[in-house]
């Protein structure tokens, strides 16, 4: 197989990973798993058991670093080989990067202020107990849910027993950020996908332009990139619930010249 080709190969892999953890297979992603974490590392408990859900958004963090890792590495080698088409090809991932990458900068805030957390005010929520999904009987991903939510909805019994019914208290104003750096993340898979399907689409748009100009330089190995990436972006699209139209595929063979085997 051509270097070229393999590389393709496998950067189409790791992007279809990457399109995977960014919709929300992997729960760590999501805001309410984060909130979670800063309540626990204050001794606060979530449903009757207990969760660990700081445990969960690292190791959400570190799949997800995997899943980047996998695909700059191909990028770096596809660089090597053909410096110039290197430069174009990571151009057409740079939306979906930078928002794994959004979500890995969240991830390492939410980790360092559990940490600190657990230093200043490890026993502050000692007693409270949040629901798995909200106060209520039904359970899900919801605004209700959040446990910073949960928190307002039990203010009076909060402040009646010395409590300040916030996630973060107020004495510790440099840990604020992180709440907002939070509020960017999914609520839920459907804000996932949609976050997704925003970058799915810059991406198509770059490589739809792209492909007009893949017979001015580098034609050959250009258009075999565009299909590699266009064939990761069919086959995501393919899993979703709910189908979304990431790329015109007979527009974009017609644009590249090759056959259009559908």
Do not use: W
Not at 2 to 13: I, K, S
């Amino acid at each position: 197989m051509d270097p070229v080709e393999e590389v393709l190969l496998d950067l189409a892999q790791a992007m279809l990973e990457v399109f995977g953890a960014s919709r929300g297979a992997l729960h760590g992603v999501f805001q309410g798993s984060h909130e979670a974490a800063l309540f626990e590392a204050q001794g606060g408990v979530i449903g009757p058991g207990g969760f660990n859900h700081l445990a969960s958004v690292q190791q959400t963090a570190q799949a997800l670093q995997t899943r980047v890792d996998l695909a700059n590495l191909a990028l770096n080698r596809l660089a090597g080989i053909d410096p110039a088409l290197g430069i174009r090809v990571r151009a057409l991932c740079d939306p979906v990067l930078r928002l794994a990458d959004q979500y890995l900068s969240v991830a390492r805030q939410t980790s360092d202020a559990a940490a600190t957390l657990r230093q200043v005010a490890p026993t502050r929520l000692q007693g409270v107990v949040a629901g798995q999904g909200g106060l209520g009987p039904e359970i899900g991903r919801t605004a209700q849910a959040l446990v910073s939510n949960q928190m307002t909805a039990m203010s009076a019994q909060l402040t009646a027993r010395g409590i300040e019914p916030k996630l973060i208290p107020s004495t510790q104003p440099a840990l604020q950020p992180v709440l907002t750096a939070i509020r960017q993340l999914p609520l839920d898979g459907r804000e996932a996908g949609a976050k997704l399907a925003g970058a799915l689409a810059a991406m198509r748009t770059l490589i739809s332009q792209t492909a007009v100009r893949a017979s001015v330089v580098g034609r050959a190995r250009l258009t075999a990139a565009l299909l590699g990436l266009e064939a990761a972006l069919v086959q995501f699209g393919a899993r979703l619930t709910t189908p979304i139209i990431l790329i015109n595929t007979s527009l974009l063979h017609q644009i590249m010249g090759v056959p259009d085997l559908a």
